[in-house]
Every structure is written in structure tokens, then in C-alpha cells.
């Protein structure tokens, strides 16, 4: 009697588990937005106050559907997955005020595409949406119908608009790590999905994952 009693605790802390991990995942992400919300507030972000309201708002759409979010069917916890997910999350965040714009149309205009890119990627999970690899249903309308992570090929135009706007060896440091983390971050979260026969499909029919023609 005991032992079964103890097998029925297991069982329950495994259902569990995820839905522990599902709402740590939200505090952590709604910690880094407090973060980046004071860093960023008016008269603290000096000449790229207009860029800064971009950003704020860009991420509190993902604070938004993180809330409304629905519980995920499968989730990584595997702690590597967890870091990689955060590391990306929080390195672009990193990026501070440079010397003069190297381009500053061209940068303003990369910020634009690749903030409509990922907002659209965004609006399209709706409550799909998440920070560490789980499967919270498979979405493949609006900008998924192109490449599998639209929202990631978003992040890079963004960034690299940003870099174009703020240069400097840091920012380029910066989001090159945070690139890398993208790039491993969706390794990972694919192999999460590949469990899902409908997320197999999708792959078969959307062959590009962020960029047609290179990756």
C-alpha cells in the first residue's frame, strides 16, 4: 500500500512539474521587462527615446500574450533549454548608446520590418506563445506560411537595424551572442515539436526556418 501510495506522488509531481515550470518561465519574463521598463523610462534613455518606446511596447506585447498564454501540452525541462531560452531573451537587452549612425535610414527602416515581422510571428501564436520549448499547439498561418520562425527572423532584422543606428563592438558583440542563442534556441525547441505529428508535417511543407535560401 505504501509503495503505491508513493508511485501515485510520483505521477503527481510529474503532472505537475510542467505547470510549475510553465508559470516560473512568466515571473522570470515579467521580472526582465520590469528590468528593461526602468532602464527605459523617460529621460533615462537620452537620444533613442524613440527607439526605447519601440522596444517597450514590442515587449509588452510578449508580457501580453505570456499572461493570456495557454498551459503547454509538452515542455522542456531540461535546464539547458532553460538557459539557452533566457540567455537569448536577455542579451539583446544589453545593448547600450553608441557613436554617430552609420546609416541611420537603412537602420530605422530594419527596425520597422523586422518590429512588424516579429509583432505579426507574435499575433499569430496568440496564446501559443513562449519563451522556453514547449508545445502549446502548432500555429502555421500568417507569416509561419514563410519560414517556421518568423518571429526570430523579426528579432534579427530589428537588432541589426539597431546596429546600424548604434554602432559599436559591444552592440555587435552582443547581439552575435544573442544570435547564437536564437540559432540554438530553435534547434531546441523543434525538437521539442517534432514529437507533434502535426508540427512534422508543417516542416515538410515550410522547409526555411528563418531565412529562405540560408537557414
Not at 510553465?22 to 515571473?27: K, N, P, T, V
Not at 528579432?155 to 546596429?163: K, S, T
Amino acid at each position: 500500500m505504501r509503495h503505491g501510495f508513493a508511485d501515485l506522488q510520483t505521477f503527481a509531481d510529474r503532472r505537475q512539474r510542467p505547470l510549475v515550470f510553465d508559470m516560473a518561465e512568466r515571473i522570470v519574463v515579467l521580472a526582465l521587462y520590469g528590468w528593461l521598463v526602468m532602464r527605459l523610462l523617460p529621460g533615462k534613455a537620452g537620444g533613442i527615446g524613440g527607439y526605447a518606446l519601440l522596444l517597450l511596447v514590442s515587449e509588452g506585447v510578449v508580457v501580453v500574450l505570456l499572461l493570456i498564454r495557454r498551459r503547454a501540452q509538452r515542455i522542456s525541462l531540461d535546464a539547458r533549454d532553460w538557459a539557452v531560452a533566457f540567455a537569448g531573451t536577455l542579451a539583446p537587452l544589453m545593448v547600450t548608446r553608441a557613436g554617430a549612425p552609420l546609416a541611420p535610414g537603412a537602420g530605422l527602416a530594419l527596425m520597422l520590418v523586422g518590429l512588424v515581422g516579429h509583432l505579426g510571428a507574435k499575433l499569430s501564436l496568440r496564446r501559443s506563445f513562449g519563451i522556453v520549448p514547449a508545445d502549446r499547439g502548432v500555429r502555421t498561418g500568417g507569416f509561419y506560411r514563410l519560414v517556421r520562425h518568423p518571429m526570430y527572423a523579426g528579432y534579427m532584422l530589428a537588432h541589426l537595424g539597431f546596429l546600424l543606428v548604434a554602432p559599436s563592438l559591444w552592440n555587435m558583440a552582443v547581439y552575435a551572442f544573442g544570435w547564437t542563442m536564437l540559432i540554438v534556441r530553435i534547434r531546441a525547441e523543434e525538437a521539442v515539436l517534432a514529437g507533434n505529428p502535426g508540427y512534422r508535417a508543417y516542416m515538410q511543407r515550410v522547409r526555411w526556418r528563418v531565412m529562405p535560401g540560408l537557414f
